[in-house]
């Protein structure tokens, strides 16, 4: 029997040219969390399934989680979210460590979804969330850390918007005022989760089999029309929902304040898959027209440590897919060619001769912090330059036997074809000319 060479389904295999975007990617989140004083976490690949059954939702758990029984009976998921990890490990030194935390990680999850453009059976997943943080200053700070990271990708208010709507508010709407049981009320959401995705005709079909009355449905669609933050204002003024339930005046207030008017909108259909957030919900979504999805999903939390017998601590996160990530940068033109890797310098020699010289001079490069390529085998002019090429080396050297003979090495830069012999000795100035 012959095995199929092709990736478990929904799975990729990351070749270096694929790698090479996604650890671009990864770079840019590493950067972005450290300047805002986040500190790197790592969690296990592995968790009980109770973990995701205590808060993430039935969704996730019936539908999306890998399962299996262990050797020691215990019922193990892969991890499809990191979020429950790690509050589980906030909660382990929730007690001495100074508030804020502020952490972030990158983890790969997988969940057994239907693949399809933008989502995949593993992904990877920049996470960053804040413990402890003030009311709507911890919300702010996660935006400004999301749209500080699109922006070093070149983009702007113009790529991506921030959609924003608040649990309290859509529990409030659906139990308060159109009197609704949880359970309904829980199913109403799952719904308006899908409002998106759905055509109008079918939304308002699904809508029906829950037999609103006159004064509910009126209510609800009056809801669903909410388009700005100034329509927001009127709907809770007009319905008396106070600042008990959603605090938007400060939120709005802090929107100016932050200069974040431009990327953030209010969605009345942002409610979020999981059960933990009890606050802000929020959704990045593309602005270009094939690629109108959601690139990253978050959202305020305040009870999640509870489960593990500690008290409430508010938790803010996000959570942002390096597929979507991917595919945003992608419809905007944003993904720099990195078809072939890069390298500072491609050494070569052209006799045997040349061997123990060209491997001496590596070495004394990449101690200077150049990335050197040698061939292992010495090489004719004319391959070498086309092999440079490929390799995406900056500068070539090629030592023939003249110049082993009279100590020096000639460098030539491929991009500006500026050629200059140095003395081989000469460190300090043949690291300078490469690396300029
Ligand atoms: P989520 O909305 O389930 O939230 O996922 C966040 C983001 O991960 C999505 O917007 C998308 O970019 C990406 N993503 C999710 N599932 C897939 C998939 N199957 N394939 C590709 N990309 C995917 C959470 O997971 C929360 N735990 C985030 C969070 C952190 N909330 C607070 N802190």
Same mark, same amino acid.
């Given at each position: ?93 929730? &007690? ?14 997988? &969940? ?97 089999? %829950? ?70 919900? %929020? ?9 109108? &999805? ?8 305040? &009870? ?117 012999? %140095? ?14």
């Amino acid at each position: 029997m012959t095995l199929s060479k092709l990736p478990y389904k929904g799975t990729r295999d990351l070749f270096p040219s694929e790698k090479r975007v996604q650890n671009f990617l990864f770079e840019k989140m590493h950067t972005t969390a450290q300047l805002f004083g986040y500190e790197p976490y790592d969690g296990p690949l592995l968790e009980e399934v109770d973990l995701y059954r205590a808060k993430s939702g039935e969704e996730l758990v019936n539908e999306q989680i890998y399962r299996f029984i262990d050797r020691g009976e215990r019922e193990v998921a892969i991890r499809p979210e990191m979020t429950p990890t790690l509050a589980r490990m906030v909660a382990q030194i929730n &007690r001495e460590a100074p508030r804020p935390i502020r952490w972030y990680a990158i983890p790969n999850l997988m &969940r057994y979804e239907r693949p399809q453009k933008g989502r995949l059976r593993e992904h990877w997943q920049f996470n960053v969330d804040i413990f402890g943080g003030k009311e709507n200053l911890a919300e702010f700070e996660i935006f400004s850390l999301a749209i500080t990271l699109l922006q070093s990708f070149g983009a702007n208010a113009s790529h991506f918007e921030i959609l924003v709507n608040h649990r309290k508010l859509v529990d409030c709407l659906l139990k308060d005022k159109m009197k609704l049981s949880d359970e309904v009320a829980l199913k109403l959401c799952k719904l308006l989760d899908r409002y998106k995705k759905l055509p109008e005709a079918a939304f308002l079909e699904q809508l029906n089999v %829950f037999n609103l009355s006159k004064d509910q449905e009126g209510l609800f669609l009056e809801y669903l029309k909410l388009n700005s933050f100034e329509n927001l204002q009127l709907f809770l003024d007009a319905h008396q929902i106070g600042s008990a339930v959603w605090d938007f005046k400060t939120f709005f207030q802090m929107a100016k304040e932050f200069e974040l008017t431009s990327y953030l909108h209010y969605d009345p259909t942002i409610v979020r898959g999981l059960d933990y957030y009890t606050g802000i919900v %929020f959704e990045i979504f593309d602005k270009h027209p094939d690629n109108r &999805r959601a690139l990253c999903g978050g959202g305020a939390y305040d &009870r999640l440590l509870e489960i593990f017998g500690e008290k409430p601590l508010p938790g803010v996160g996000l959570g942002l897919g390096d597929v979507t990530l991917k595919d945003f940068l992608q419809s905007h033109g944003l993904l720099p060619d990195m078809s072939r890797p890069t390298n500072d310098i491609l050494l070569t020699f052209q006799l045997d001769g040349g061997m123990a010289p060209t491997m001496r001079l590596a070495q004394a490069l990449r101690a200077q912090g150049v990335r050197v390529l040698t061939t292992l085998e010495a090489l004719k002019l004319n391959k070498i330059f086309p092999l440079a090429e490929k390799r995406g080396a900056k500068c070539v050297s090629i030592l023939d036997d003249q110049e082993l003979i009279a100590n020096k090495v000639a460098i030539k830069n491929l991009k500006t074809a500026q050629q200059v012999t %140095f003395d081989l000795h000469d460190l300090g100035a043949i690291t300078k000319f490469i690396m300029d």
